[in-house]
């Protein structure tokens, strides 16, 4: 493969600007990204490395900012169909729309039509990795892999397990069937190519406490995979819990008796905690995930952007309770919910949430993410005018934060110029 030179705006951060502020981004306003063997092999003056690389193939994408793709922390694509279904809360929701929608992917054949379509939409909105939630059954994670590596995409999902009769019967495994079944789906799946496997069970009232205890066993056998679930969406899911395990002091501690708080897990939404769950997410090293239009759509409740002082947090759609797949709409939410909460995020703390910040959470930070030497080159070139609107904005910025900003707060897909997977042009 020939090197290829990319051309444009470049914003690399050095550092979590939670931390460094502003300043841990460097901008260049004629920058280049050199491109070798799917990797970021070189970065700097546009004019230099071109002088440097004249036998590079070269994309020009003039004014258009480059940036690391993003990376969708909390998903489920199973849920493509029924996105922007309307309920009232999450358990009606799930009820409603997500188990009976769920249960077609029994069918091998729908599964893949469905994993292909979600990977496409979600490449179109500049999404170059995701961590999915799958079904009950081993072909929805079987289509989700097989989809995403013939895209060469990094990827991460897991079978859902769900053995309790608060599930529907037509949608129900055991606490063996989901032990073997992940099992095989690790053996099969995690880390080939660019693909890692999450244990999942899908949250702790949809298990018995059987199976959470088989899941616990198996990420002990597997400490190199993810644990995902969901944790504390919303207080009457809380009251639910409580009521289905009595003995537990709190939510997380359904995971924690069972094995399953680790520093390898993601916990899904964390609105609602209790100080002893802060504390023991942050002892262990764990990480959680926002989802701010789900949080919205079903009415949830608003987090605290300032768990990050404490504990990784990755940013995320959970389509389809999610009401978007673009992540720039997913750090608008994420800005207005903070804003709510008089936490006033700045552009780069949006940026960096959909990127290293989930990247991160996935322990997938020393991959990508990141404008860095080495890195994986999953990249982004948004268009900062995409419509008349964003750019009557963007004209008055004084710096590349203002030109960014009415992107990140009114940009969709047209505002996603091209998307490089591993060093490959996708869109269009």
Not at 212 to 236: I, K, R, V, Y
Request: hydrophobic residues 45%; contains cysteine; negative net charge.
């Amino acid at each position: 493969m020939h090197d290829r030179l990319i051309l444009g705006q470049t914003l690399a951060f050095a550092g979590d600007p939670f931390l460094l502020g502003p300043e841990a981004a460097d901008h260049e306003r004629r920058g280049a990204i050199l491109i070798r063997d799917g990797k970021i092999a070189a970065m700097g003056d546009g004019a230099a490395l071109r002088a440097a690389h004249p036998g590079a193939d070269v994309t020009d994408h003039g004014a258009g900012l480059i940036l690391p793709g993003f990376v969708d922390a909390h998903a489920h694509y199973p849920q493509t169909a029924i996105i922007a279904s309307w309920g009232k809360r999450l358990i009606d929701w799930l009820n409603s729309y997500t188990f009976p929608e769920e249960a077609r992917f029994s069918d091998p054949a729908y599964a893949a039509e469905v994993a292909g379509r979600y990977l496409d939409l979600i490449l179109a909105h500049g999404t170059t990795t995701v961590a999915s939630y799958g079904t009950i059954h081993p072909q929805s994670v079987e289509a989700f892999f097989e989809a995403s590596q013939a895209r060469g995409m990094r990827a991460l999902a897991g079978k859902t397990c769900m053995d309790r009769d608060t599930a529907p019967a037509y949608l129900r495994d055991t606490a063996q069937s989901a032990y073997d079944d992940t099992a095989a789906l690790i053996a099969r799946w995690h880390g080939v190519d660019r693909l890692s496997y999450i244990i999942t069970p899908r949250f702790s009232p949809t298990s018995t406490p059987e199976q959470l205890e088989a899941l616990g066993a198996l990420w002990a056998a597997h400490p190199d995979c993810l644990m995902q679930t969901h944790l504390s969406e919303q207080t009457d899911e809380i009251a639910w819990v409580k009521s289905l395990y009595p003995q537990a002091r709190d939510y997380l501690d359904t995971y924690e008796a069972h094995g399953l708080l680790r520093p390898n897990g993601l916990y899904g939404h964390a609105i609602h905690l209790e100080p002893r769950e802060i504390d023991r997410l942050a002892e262990v090293g764990a990480a959680v995930v926002h989802c701010p239009t789900s949080n919205t759509f079903i009415g949830s409740g608003l987090f605290d952007m300032g768990l990050r002082a404490r504990m990784r947090v990755g940013l995320a759609t959970d389509t389809g309770g999610g009401s978007s797949f673009s992540m720039l709409r997913t750090m608008a939410a994420a800005y207005e919910i903070a804003q709510l909460r008089g936490q006033a995020l700045h552009p780069s703390e949006l940026l960096w949430l959909a990127t290293g910040g989930s990247a991160e959470a996935l322990r997938l930070g020393d991959r990508i993410g990141r404008l860095a030497l080495g890195r994986e080159a999953d990249l982004v070139v948004l268009d900062l005018g995409s419509t008349p609107g964003i750019a009557q904005a963007a004209a008055r910025a004084e710096d590349i934060w203002q030109a960014v900003f009415p992107t990140i707060m009114m940009g969709d897909d047209r505002a996603i110029a091209q998307v490089y997977v591993a060093g490959r042009a996708v869109k269009g």
